[in-house]
C-alpha cells in the first residue's frame, strides 16, 4: 500500500506541481500539488497523487482539483485535498470529500499566563486536563445532554450551549461560520448516529485528537500577533477534536444511502469511494442537511472542551477563565463542505467547497473574517505533532485567487501507525517528550507511540510551502508544553 | 482442506489499520473479518449478560454485503456494547444474509479497548478466489 506514484507531475511554479488534465480521460480539470522539492518526492511515495486526479472527475467540478502540502492518502478524496463545484452546473457533493469526521478542527485559547507561571505546576495542570476532559475511545461526557438537547446543538451549534450557560457569548463570533451552519436538519441523521453522539458532546477522542497547553515560542509577523492578542512566552490551549460518533455515522450511512446514486443520475466514477449526488438533488440535499447538523455538532463539541480547560485552570490557577484571560482566539474546520461565493474567471459564482484535511484562510477584507481581524486576515490554526511546534497563520489574498480560500491543516503523516509502533520498539516516547520539555499523558497503550513526531511529516516545511505560495502566512509558532490524548 | 488458510492477521496503512482474511467458504471469511475485527478493537472480555440477535441484510454486491455485516457488528460494540463470539449463518449468497449472532454484552470494566474504529472503508474492498481459498482486505479508519 506504499506504492510510489508514477505518473506525470508537471512543476509550473516554486511550490506549485500539476497533474494535467490529459494524464486520465475521465479528468475534467487538473490536479495541482502545493509542494516543495523535498516534499514532493515524499508525496509520491503514495497512491494520494492518484486520489488527485480521481477527484478532478467529479461532475461539476472547478478550476483544479487541490491539493496543499500536507496532502497524505485517504478514503477515495486524499487528505489536503481541495474540491469546489458548481451546483449550477450538475456540481456534486461527496461525503468522502468530507470524511468520517465531519467538521474535525482546531480552537486555540489564549490566555494571559506566560511560560514561567505554567511550567513549575505543569504535571499538575496536565494531569487536572487528563482527569477532567473525557479522553479515549467512546468516553462520555462529564456533562450529560438528553437527545432534545443534541438536536439543538446540531441545529444552532455553540449559540444554544452559551444561551445555557457554557463558554462565553464572545466565543460565537470567533467561530468559522459562526459555528453555526444554516439548513442543518437533525432529522436527516440517523438514530444510530444520535446514539452515538449523544453523550459525547465535551469528549476529545482517540486517534490524533488532543489538547495541549502550548507557549508562544516564536512571532514572525508582530502586527497580526498583536491584533490575534499573541505575544511571545504567552501560554495557549489548543484544542483538536471533531463530530466523534455522530460525525463517523452521518458519513457512513451515506456513503452506503449514495452507493447506487451516481449511476442513478450517469455520473461514472473512478474510485467508488467517491461516491456523490448533485448538491441540488434530493440525495444531495439530504446529507447536505445531516453533514450541517453534524458539523454544528462539532462545533458544539469543541465548545465544551475549551469549556472544561477554562474550568480545570481555574481550579488549578485559583482564578476565574476570565481573570486568566481564556479568550477564545479563534475555531476552524479543516473536514467540511460549504457553500460559498468565490471569484472565478472575473465572474462570482456560488460553489460547494470540499475541504479535507484543508483550511480556510480568508484573507485581510473578506466579509467572513471576524470584525476584529478583518484588516488582518483569518487566523488559521495548524496543529503540527506533539514534539514540535504547531503554527498560527493568516489568510492570504492568493487563497482567494488560487484555492477556494484554503490552506493546509497539519503536518500530515509520513508513518503508518503499527510502523510507528514498531519504530518506538524498546523506546520510552514518553520519556523522549519529557527530554525535550513535553509532559504528555494519553489513555491507551499505543498512542504515544502512534502519534510519536517521527510519525509526521515537519509542520515547518508544510506552512513555509503554503506561505511561499501566498495561501497563508505565519503569524506564530506554539511550542507543545503538555499534552492529552485519548 | 490446506493447513492455516483460515484466520486473519492484520495490516498497516498510511494513517490507519486493516485485515486480511482467508477461508475456505464465504461464510466463514464474513466470521473471520468479524473476529479479526473484534480482536483489533483491543481486549475485549465477555460480560455475563447474554444477548442474541438475527442479523439480516441486503446489498448490491458481496463487498458491500461485507461491509455491512462489519459495520453492523461494529454499531452493535458501540452502540450497545454487544460483542458476539458465536456467529452462525443461517444464509448466505452474494448478496443477502442472515445470521445469528449470540454473545455478551461485554464487561468494561476488564475489558481494554486500545482502538477506535471511526468506520469500516470500501477502500480496496474486494474479495477474490484462487485455488479455493477466498481473501479479502479490509481498511479500516481509526
Given amino acids: 500500500m506504499t506504492d510510489t506514484w508514477s505518473g506525470p507531475l508537471e512543476k509550473i511554479g516554486e511550490s506549485k506541481y500539476r497533474i494535467p488534465k490529459t494524464y486520465k480521460p475521465f479528468m475534467r480539470v487538473d490536479g495541482i500539488i502545493y509542494a516543495d522539492d523535498i516534499l514532493i518526492g515524499q508525496i509520491a511515495k503514495d497512491k494520494a497523487p492518484e486520489q488527485v486526479a480521481n477527484v478532478a472527475s467529479l461532475p461539476g467540478i472547478v478550476g483544479a482539483s487541490l491539493a496543499m502540502p500536507d496532502i497524505h492518502w485517504g478514503y477515495g478524496f486524499c487528505i489536503g485535498g481541495v474540491a469546489a463545484t458548481d451546483p449550477a452546473n450538475g456540481g456534486v457533493i461527496s461525503p468522502g470529500g468530507v470524511g468520517y469526521d465531519i467538521n474535525c478542527g482546531v480552537r486555540l485559547l489564549r490566555t494571559n499566563l506566560t511560560r514561567a507561571d505554567v511550567e513549575p505546576i505543569l504535571p499538575v495542570l496536565i494531569d487536572g486536563l487528563f482527569r477532567d476532559v473525557p479522553t479515549g475511545v467512546g468516553a462520555g461526557g462529564k456533562i ?343 | 482442506m490446506q493447513p492455516n488458510v483460515t484466520g486473519y492477521t492484520f495490516i498497516e496503512h498510511t494513517a490507519d489499520l486493516g485485515l486480511r482474511a482467508t477461508a475456505t467458504t464465504l461464510p466463514d471469511l464474513f466470521i473471520q473479518a468479524a473476529r479479526g475485527m473484534y480482536a483489533l478493537l483491543g481486549q475485549l472480555e465477555p460480560g455475563t449478560e447474554p444477548v442474541e440477535k438475527i442479523l439480516q441484510l441486503q446489498a448490491p454486491d458481496t463487498e458491500s454485503l461485507l461491509h455491512d455485516w462489519l459495520s453492523e457488528l461494529l454499531w452493535e460494540v458501540d452502540g450497545n456494547g454487544r460483542l458476539f463470539d458465536a456467529l452462525e449463518f443461517e444464509w448466505l449468497d452474494e448478496q443477502h444474509l442472515t445470521a445469528r449472532c449470540s454473545g455478551t454484552v461485554y464487561d468494561t470494566a476488564r475489558s481494554e479497548r486500545s482502538i477506535e474504529i471511526k468506520a469500516v472503508t470500501y477502500h480496496d474492498l474486494r474479495i477474490e478466489k484462487h485455488d479455493g481459498i477466498y481473501q479479502v482486505t479490509v481498511i479500516f479508519d481509526i
Fill in chain 1, 144 to 486: 450529560k445532554f438528553n437527545p432534545k438537547e443534541i438536536r439543538q446543538i446540531m441545529q444552532h451549534g455553540p449559540r444554544w450551549l452559551v444561551d445555557h450557560g457554557y463558554g462565553w457569548d464572545e466565543d460565537i463570533a470567533l467561530c468559522e461560520a459562526l459555528g453555526r451552519l444554516d439548513g442543518a436538519d437533525p432529522d436527516a441523521v440517523s438514530q444510530r448516529a444520535h446514539a452515538r453522539g449523544y453523550d459525547q458532546c465535551g469528549t476529545l477522542g482517540s486517534g490524533n485528537h488532543f489538547m495541549e497547553v502550548q507557549y508562544v515560542e516564536q512571532i514572525f509577523d508582530q502586527e497580526i500577533a498583536k491584533v490575534y492578542g499573541l505575544h511571545k512566552d504567552q501560554v495557549t490551549v489548543l484544542i483538536h477534536s471533531g463530530s466523534r460518533g455522530l460525525g463517523y455515522q452521518v458519513c457512513d450511512d451515506y456513503l452506503r444511502e449514495m452507493r447506487e446514486v451516481p449511476a442513478r443520475y450517469g455520473i461514472d466514477l473512478p474510485d467508488r469511494q467517491l461516491v456523490c449526488a448533485p448538491v441540488h438533488s434530493q440525495e444531495g440535499k439530504q446529507y447536505f442537511a445531516a453533514m450541517r447538523a453534524a458539523a454544528n455538532f462539532a462545533w458544539g463539541n469543541r465548545h465544551m472542551l475549551a469549556h472544561l480547560a477554562r474550568q480545570t485552570f481555574a481550579h488549578r490557577f485559583g482564578k476565574t477563565p476570565e481573570q486568566l484571560g481564556m479568550h477564545l482566539l479563534y475555531d476552524v474546520a479543516h473536514n467540511i463542505a460549504k457553500m460559498e461565493t468565490h471569484t472565478v474567471a472575473g465572474r462570482q459564482m456560488s460553489l460547494c467547497v470540499h475541504r479535507k484535511g484543508a483550511t480556510r484562510a480568508f484573507p485581510p477584507g473578506h466579509a467572513e473574517v471576524p470584525d476584529r481581524y478583518r484588516a488582518v486576515g483569518q487566523p488559521v490554526l495548524i496543529p503540527g505533532d506533539m514534539g514540535r511546534a504547531s503554527y498560527v497563520l493568516a489568510g492570504l489574498p492568493g487563497s482567494m485567487e488560487q484555492s477556494f480560500g484554503s490552506t493546509c491543516h497539519g503536518a500530515g503523516r509520513q508513518m503508518s501507525r503499527s510502523a510507528a509502533i514498531k519504530a518506538s520498539a524498546g523506546r520510552d516516547i514518553k520519556k523522549e517528550l519529557a527530554a525535550v520539555g513535553v509532559y504528555a499523558r494519553a489513555r491507551g497503550r499505543t498512542g504515544l507511540a502512534e502519534e510519536q513526531p517521527d510519525a509526521y511529516k515537519d509542520v515547518n516545511d508544510v506552512v513555509r510551502v503554503v506561505e511561499k505560495a501566498g495561501l497563508s502566512k505565519r503569524v506564530a509558532r506554539l511550542r507543545p508544553l503538555g499534552v492529552i490524548k485519548g
